[in-house]
Every structure is written in structure tokens, then in C-alpha cells.
């Protein structure tokens, strides 16, 4: 009777826990250093040169075993290891997004109120806005000088640098605060982030702070208020990613989502070495508000570099290549998914959730409520990777994003599906997801890799 029942197990019980602690440690490293999804292009960029990757610029002609590489605007990166089957008969693509959600600078952020300089910001993604209170915050992002000449800035993360923060209300004053539904405690327009309190020595200025403000910012970075206007600022929490618990089994941090993700991806191709469906690790951008834009999912800059590859791999190109390359592929999805909270377990349906350190997570459907927006999965591309997972040894969950009427979410999976290719989504389970301090467990972390590099392998 037991061969009846589909069993889920505890990933600890059987782990290699060396082989889990080592792979985190790598993954922690990078993360810390690639908060923004321009500086995770970079990381990504310089990580992939140095696995043998090159520009696919640089080819003229394609064959397999190549591994290539091309970057959209500096925030989104394809790379590509060059199977022995016809191009035509399909890729293994595992996309993910490296946008999380942050506060960005409104293009004219600057002001001064209350002897004190503040910049306006415009929260980016689906936020809780009051976890974005008191706490420290660092700057990153790039500026485009009048001149066009650009200037890239990263202030509050070393031990010994400065950090930005928005105030709360103290408690002894809040008691308004307290009797407001918990999505309208804190307004948008009030997350206005402390810049500065020394005004410049002159009488005559009528904006002393601010122009104390811009003054710094000149002198280290050449920069002026109008600047601002073209320019990508992102604040986010300054903290690193950390071990949790005493025996280290979680990880916590910001910016999980979607990074845990395509930093187990990017790992996973860096072991392919002649595969024999060409293998398609895609991170994209702008995940978190509608995969819009020209660095979404939603953009053609996947299929303009499939077309690319094509026409390198045949040597000439029309359109049904494409159309036949597509149709023929298969993708996971890789963006993380809720994890069980025992401190919140009224929102789960329990036989259908995520619990960690059961292994990746594989999702069926996303959307809200009766699947609005979802990418639906047909049982057959499920069955594959069922078997898959299963022969090669990889630990893995099914689950689907809360109870039904509760919410929901999607992912860049609808926008690969509408190519005509079959897709799935397949990630990390989280706790805390959107919030400044994510958590997810090794075990799962590591899963992720062996499942992403079992795919890319698939025939």
C-alpha cells in the first residue's frame, strides 16, 4: 500500500550537507555583491568569461560545444551552450528575473523640509511599504551625465560606509497610525528617505540643505540635480545575506527573488558541457511590474538572440527557424514561490503547499483565483519533469501560491508559454517573499542547482 501514496520528505534527512553549506557560501558571496540587476548583469558577465562564455558577437559562425553569451542594456543576460541536435529541434531554456522589489529615486528627488534634506522615492514592485521604515538602506545605481558620460554609485554597504534610512512614527504619537488598515499605514508619498542635516555656509542660498546635498554629490561624482532625471537610483537594504538559526539551515537577506533563482541557473550552465539540446539560461528584467520594457520578458531580445544563434548555427536564416526552434523547446520558469509560514498557516492550503527543505518547488499554474493569468502546464510537460527530478535524483515539491480566493501572482512562465513553448515553473520556496529580510533554506537553494542542471542535460 505504501507504493500508493506520494511521500514528501525532509531534504536534511539525506543531504550532503558539505556539498550544501559550500554551494550557499558562493551564493551568498555573489548576491552581496550583485544587489541591483545591472551589477547581478555584471557579476553574471565576468562569471560567465571565466567558464569559457564569450560575446556572441564575437562568432561568425556556431557549432556545438560553443558557449556564448549576450547582454540586453546591461540588465538582463542570455547565455547559451550549443547543443549537437538541429537548432530546430528545440532548446532547454530556464529563465529568471534578477529585478527585486526596492525604492527607487523619483527623477527629481531632492527637496529640503525641517532643516533637513530628503529624497522622494517611488517604490518599485509589490511592496509592504511600512517594512521599508527604519531600517538601514544603501544607494546603488547608474547616472547619465549631461555630457552622456555615466557614473555608476554604491553608498552603505561596507562596515564603515554612510547609510540612508525613512523614519516612522514613534509609538507614544501613532495612535492614528495604529486605527489605519495595515496597506495605508505608511503612503507611498511618505517614504521619503533622510539624506542630510548640515546646511552649506551661506546666508544668501534659500535651500541650504539641499544644496549642502548636491554640493557632495558634485564633488565625489561630478553629478547636478538635473542629472537625476537620467539616471537609475535603487535603495535598498544594506544588510547582507546572513545564516539563520543555530544550526545555519536558512539563509536571509534581501533580493531573493528572484536571484536565488538565476544564481543557481547561471551555476547550473557553467557545468554543461556538450549538451545535446542547446541550453538557454535567460535572466531578464522588470519581472516584478509586468515583465514590461525592453529589458521584460515582454521584449523581443530573446528572440532576436535565438534568431542570431540560429542564423550562426545554419549559416542562413528565415523566419520558420525560429518559429520551429521555439515550438520545439521546452522552459522552467525558475522564480521562487511561498513557503509554509507556521506563524501564518490560515493562508495555506496544506496538502498543496510548499515546506522547506523538501527541494525545489514545481508549480503547475500560477494567477489568482480561478488561475486569472496563469501559465496552466500540460500534464505531459509535468510528467517529464516528474520523471526527471525522479531519475536524477533531484529532491522536489509541488505547489501552487496560497489558498484560492486569497490572492495570487505570476511569473515571466505566461510570456514564455504565448512563444509556444512548453513551460513550467520551478523555484526556490521563501519565507517572507517581498520583504527586506527573505528566507529560504539550503537545502532547497541547492536542490534548485541540481534540478536546473538535471534540465539542461535533458534530451
Not at 93 to 120: C, N, Q, T, V, W
Not at 142 to 168: L, P, Q, R, W, Y
Not at 191 to 210: R, S
Amino acid at each position: 500500500m505504501e507504493n500508493l501514496f506520494y511521500k514528501k520528505e525532509n531534504g536534511w534527512k539525506t543531504a550532503d550537507k558539505e556539498a550544501v553549506f559550500k554551494f550557499c557560501e558562493g551564493y551568498k558571496d555573489f548576491l552581496n555583491r550583485a544587489k541591483t540587476e545591472r551589477e547581478f548583469s555584471k557579476e553574471a558577465e565576468k562569471a560567465a568569461q571565466k567558464n569559457g562564455f564569450k560575446p556572441l558577437s564575437k562568432f561568425k559562425s556556431l557549432k556545438a560545444g560553443d558557449k556564448v553569451y549576450a547582454v540586453n542594456r546591461g540588465k538582463g543576460v542570455l547565455l547559451a551552450v550549443i547543443g549537437s541536435d538541429d537548432i530546430e529541434k528545440g532548446l532547454r531554456i530556464i529563465g529568471s528575473h534578477i529585478d527585486s522589489p526596492r525604492l527607487d529615486l523619483k527623477p527629481e528627488p531632492i527637496y529640503e523640509d525641517s532643516e533637513m534634506a530628503l529624497f522622494k522615492t517611488h517604490y518599485y514592485g509589490g511592496i509592504k511599504k511600512y517594512q521599508w521604515t527604519a531600517i538601514p538602506l544603501a544607494m546603488h545605481g547608474t547616472v547619465i551625465k549631461a555630457d552622456g558620460s555615466s557614473v555608476d554609485i554604491s553608498i552603505g554597504e561596507s562596515d564603515d560606509d554612510i547609510t540612508f534610512t525613512v523614519s516612522d512614527l514613534l509609538p507614544h504619537l501613532a495612535d492614528e497610525q495604529y486605527t489605519k488598515k495595515v496597506g495605508k499605514a505608511i503612503e507611498g508619498e511618505a517614504l521619503n528617505i533622510l539624506a542630510g542635516g548640515i546646511p552649506v555656509d551661506d546666508k544668501d542660498e534659500k535651500e541650504p540643505y539641499k544644496a549642502a546635498v548636491l554640493s557632495l554629490l558634485n564633488d565625489k561624482y561630478g553629478i547636478c540635480e538635473e542629472d537625476f532625471i537620467s539616471a537609475e537610483i535603487e535603495f535598498v537594504p544594506a544588510f547582507k545575506l546572513k545564516d539563520t538559526g543555530f544550526d545555519r539551515s536558512f539563509i536571509s537577506g534581501w533580493g531573493q527573488d528572484d536571484k536565488v533563482c538565476a544564481y543557481t541557473s547561471l551555476e547550473a550552465i557553467f557545468e554543461i558541457k556538450k549538451p545535446k539540446k542547446t541550453a538557454v539560461c535567460l535572466l531578464v528584467d522588470k519581472e516584478e511590474i509586468g515583465s514590461m520594457g525592453v529589458t521584460g520578458m515582454r521584449s523581443h531580445f530573446f528572440e532576436d538572440t535565438m534568431a542570431e544563434i540560429c542564423l550562426l548555427i545554419k549559416g542562413e536564416y528565415n523566419e520558420i527557424m525560429l518559429k520551429r526552434c521555439l515550438s520545439s523547446s521546452k522552459c522552467l520558469s525558475a522564480d521562487v514561490c511561498a513557503m509554509h509560514d507556521p506563524n501564518y498557516p490560515s493562508v495555506m492550503e496544506k496538502n498543496n503547499a510548499a515546506h522547506a527543505a523538501h527541494g525545489v518547488a514545481i508549480m503547475k499554474y500560477t494567477g489568482s483565483r480561478g488561475k486569472s493569468g496563469a501559465s496552466d502546464a500540460s500534464a505531459e510537460f509535468v510528467g517529464e519533469i516528474r520523471k526527471l527530478f525522479n531519475e536524477s535524483g533531484v529532491l522536489w515539491q509541488s505547489t501552487e501560491l496560497g489558498k484560492i480566493d486569497l490572492g495570487g501572482g505570476g511569473t515571466i512562465s505566461q510570456y514564455v508559454a504565448n512563444l509556444n513553448i512548453d513551460t513550467l515553473d520551478c523555484g526556490v520556496p521563501l519565507l517572507s517573499m517581498h520583504s527586506p529580510y527573505e528566507i529560504s533554506s539550503k537545502v532547497d537553494v541547492y536542490s534548485a542547482y541540481k534540478a536546473y542542471k538535471a534540465f539542461f542535460e535533458m534530451k
